[in-house]
C-alpha cells in the first residue's frame, strides 16, 4: 500500500490498465492527473501529449484509440464541454477510450449521463465515492471501453482528485476481449480490404458497409444491452426504512456516514448509491425503495440526478430534493452543504414532513 | 460554354492513363472538379514510394469524404477540422507507418486552423494535404477563409469585400513560419504541368515524413466550377486568373 494523492492514483491505475496514450489540457481539478500523466506515462513507455486545446486532446486520443492503443483524455465541466461533438464521434465510430472528468462538483451528472453529442448514443459513466474505488473504476472502465467499443467516463471531483490516501495498485483482470481486427495499422492499403473507421460506415466501393441507417441501430441496440447488462449500485439498510436517501460520487460517501449514525440512533432509514450513472440501476432503485414513504435525493447540484431517481422510484410521489447547489468561493470545491451535520439536519427535518 | 462529348476531343488521339490499382471505383464529383485529380496523383505516390501496406489517411469533411470509399487505403474518417489532431495521435502509436490527412479549405482554415496550425508547430511527423478551391463545395458554394478578394458566393453575393467578410487566409504561408514544418508547397492542378508538380511536391512531402524531418504540408489549388458558378471546362482557367494570382504556386519550405 501506498500514500497517493487521488490524481497520482488513477493516472497509475490506468497504466497499469495498459492506457498508453494521454492527451489533455490543463484545468482544476483534473489538472493533477495531467501532470502526472505528464511523466509516469512516458515512463512506462506510452505517449502524453500536452494538447492545445481539449478539442485536440480528444481528438488525438481517438487517433491513438483507432490503432488499437488503450488511449484516456479527461477535463472537467467546461472543458468536458468542448469534447462532447469528440466523444459523440467516438461513440458512433466506435473507437474506445475512457474519458476522466475530474469535475468541480456534481454539476456535470446531465452532462454525463445524457450528453451534449448529436445522435443515439450514451456514455457508460462510474461515479466512485473515493479513492480506492477510482482505482479500481478506472481498470474496469479500459475494461468496459474495449469490451463495448465506446467512450466510457470516470466522473470524479476535487475530493478525488486532492485527497491522499493509502492505496493498493495492482492489475485487475476483467476476462477476455474481442480482438481489435477493426484497429487501422495500414496494412489493409491494396488488399481491396482496407479498413475503416467512420461514423457513416458506408464501406468501399467494392466492400459495401452497412451505411448509417443499419450503423446506428446496431449502436442503438448496443446501448441497450448495455443499459441491461452494466448497472451497478450500492444499497444499505433499505429494507425496512421508511426513508431511502439517494446520493452518487463523494456527496454518497457522506450519506453512508450519517444514515449508519441515524441507524444506530433507531431511525427506519438507508441508503442507495449508484455507482454508474448511466447506465442507472433503475430496477435496482425501484427495489430499494417499495416500502420508503421518503426518497431523499441528496446531489450537489440544482436537482439532476432527481430525474432519474423519480423514474425508477417505487412511488414518484415519495421523491424530496435535499441538495443543491454548493460551490466554495474558489469554484474549486464544494461548499457548505458537503458537510455531515448539515446533511444529518436536512435529513431529519424532511423526515419530519 | 458547354463540352460536347459526342465528339472526340480537338487535336489528335488521347488516350487514358492507366487508373492506379488503389481505385476502387468511379468518384460521384462534378464534372470539371479538381479534387479527384489531386487523389489520383496522392495514390500514385503511395505506389510509387511503396509504402501502401502502412499508410493511413485522416479524411475531413467536405466533397472528397466520399474518395473514403473509393482509396484502397486503411482510414479513419474524423470530425470536420480535427484530422491533424486524429493524424497526431495515430502517428504517435504506430510511428511505423505512413499518415496523412485529406482536407479541404473549408477543414482546414476555417474549422481546423488550430489543429493544423499546432501539429505544424509540434513537428509532427505527418503529411498534410489540402485540397484548396476557395468554396465550402459539399454545402453548394459558400464563402471559406481562403474565398479570394472579389470571388462571388453564396454567400457573398456581391463578391468577398474586405470591409465586410475580411481577407483570405493563406495556409500554407502561415505554416511555413513554424519551425516544427519540414516541408511545405502550394500546387495547382489546373494545367498537366501542374498535376505532375503537384505529384513531385506530394512525393516530397512523403519522403519528409518518412525520414523523420517533420511536418509536411501540400496545399493543392482544385477547380471547383460548380461552387465557383462557372462552366466545368472553363474551371482551370478561372482557377488561373483568380485563385493561382492570390496563392502563388511553388515550394515554401524544403528541408
Known amino acids: ?353 | 460554354m458547354t463540352i460536347d462529348t459526342s465528339q472526340p476531343p480537338p487535336g489528335g488521339k488521347l488516350v487514358a492513363a492507366a487508373k492506379p490499382s488503389l481505385l476502387l471505383g468511379e468518384h460521384s464529383l462534378c464534372p470539371g472538379c479538381g479534387e479527384p485529380v489531386a487523389l489520383r496523383v496522392l495514390l500514385e505516390v503511395l505506389q510509387e514510394l511503396d509504402i501502401v501496406r502502412r499508410t493511413i489517411g485522416v479524411v475531413g469533411h467536405g466533397c472528397y469524404g466520399s474518395f473514403v470509399r473509393i482509396m484502397d487505403v486503411d482510414v479513419l474518417q474524423c470530425l470536420h477540422g480535427r484530422a491533424p489532431a486524429c493524424a497526431t495521435g495515430i502517428k504517435r502509436m504506430r510511428p511505423d507507418t505512413a499518415v496523412f490527412t485529406l482536407q479541404g479549405d473549408g477543414d482546414m482554415a476555417n474549422e481546423g486552423l488550430q489543429e493544423v496550425l499546432h501539429a505544424a508547430a509540434r513537428g509532427e511527423k505527418i503529411t498534410c494535404v489540402m485540397l484548396n478551391n476557395g468554396v465550402f463545395g459539399d454545402t453548394g458554394g459558400q464563402q471559406t477563409a481562403t474565398t479570394v478578394i472579389g470571388q462571388r458566393t453564396k454567400t457573398s453575393l456581391d463578391g468577398r469585400d474586405p470591409e465586410t467578410h475580411g481577407f483570405p487566409v493563406p495556409v500554407a504561408d502561415l505554416i511555413a513560419q513554424l519551425r516544427g514544418a519540414a516541408y511545405v508547397a502550394r500546387a495547382a492542378v489546373s494545367t498537366a504541368a501542374g498535376v505532375a508538380q503537384t505529384k513531385r511536391m506530394l512525393r516530397k512531402a512523403f519522403e519528409v515524413q518518412l525520414s523523420g524531418a517533420g511536418f509536411g504540408l501540400v496545399e493543392i489549388l482544385t477547380m471547383c466550377p460548380t461552387g465557383w458558378f462557372v462552366p466545368a471546362a472553363d474551371g482551370p482557367g478561372y482557377q488561373g486568373g483568380t485563385m493561382e494570382q492570390a496563392y502563388p504556386i511553388g515550394e515554401l519550405v524544403t528541408p
Open chain 1, 1 to 353: 500500500m501506498e500514500l497517493l494523492e487521488g490524481s497520482a492514483a488513477i493516472a497509475e491505475s490506468a497504466i497499469v490498465a495498459g492506457c498508453r496514450f494521454f492527451a489533455g489540457y490543463p484545468m482544476s481539478p483534473f489538472t493533477g492527473l495531467l501532470e502526472n500523466m505528464s511523466h509516469k506515462l512516458p515512463a512506462a513507455g506510452g505517449v502524453f501529449i500536452n494538447a492545445e486545446s481539449e478539442i485536440e486532446g480528444v481528438n488525438m486520443a481517438i487517433g491513438a484509440a483507432a490503432t488499437g492503443a488503450r488511449a484516456a483524455t479527461g477535463s472537467c465541466g467546461q472543458g468536458i464541454a468542448l469534447m462532447q461533438e469528440a466523444i459523440a464521434e467516438a461513440a458512433l465510430n466506435e473507437t474506445p477510450m475512457v474519458v476522466f472528468n475530474m469535475a468541480r462538483n456534481q454539476q456535470d451528472y446531465f452532462q454525463c449521463t445524457r450528453g451534449g453529442g448529436w445522435g443515439d448514443y450514451r456514455t457508460i459513466t462510474l461515479a466512485p465515492k473515493d479513492v480506492p474505488e477510482a482505482v479500481e473504476h478506472t481498470q474496469k472502465l479500459f475494461h468496459l471501453a474495449d469490451r463495448y467499443r465506446a467512450p466510457v467516463i470516470l466522473y470524479g471531483d476535487p475530493l478525488l482528485a486532492q485527497t491522499r490516501v493509502g492505496v493498493t495498485i495492482e492489475k485487475r483482470d476483467y476476462g477476455p476481449l474481442p480482438p481489435k481486427d477493426w484497429a487501422l495499422d495500414g496494412s489493409g492499403g491494396g488488399t481491396g480490404h482496407s479498413r475503416q473507421i467512420w461514423t457513416w460506415a458506408m464501406g468501399k466501393a467494392t466492400d459495401p458497409g452497412p451505411g448509417p441507417d443499419r450503423h446506428w441501430r446496431a449502436i442503438a441496440t448496443k446501448f441497450e444491452n448495455i443499459l441491461d447488462a452494466e448497472q451497478l449500485h450500492e444499497q444499505s439498510d433499505v429494507d425496512d426504512a421508511d426513508t431511502v436517501v439517494v446520493a452518487f460520487g463523494s456527496a454518497a460517501k457522506f450519506v453512508e456516514y450519517v444514515v449508519r449514525e441515524l441507524r444506530q440512533e433507531g431511525h427506519r432509514i438507508g441508503w442507495f448509491r449508484p455507482v454508474t450513472l448511466w447506465p442507472f440501476p433503475g430496477g435496482a432503485l425501484t427495489a430499494a425503495t417499495q416500502r420508503a414513504r421518503r426518497v431523499l435525493v441528496f446531489e450537489l447540484n440544482a436537482g439532476q440526478m432527481i430525474d432519474d431517481v423519480r423514474i425508477h422510484a417505487a412511488d414518484r410521489s415519495a421523491v424530496r430534493f435535499i441538495g443543491g447547489v454548493s460551490i466554495a468561493e474558489s469554484g474549486l470545491a464544494y461548499g457548505e452543504l458537503l458537510d455531515a451535520p448539515m446533511l444529518r439536519s436536512l435529513i431529519l427535518s424532511e423526515g419530519d414532513r
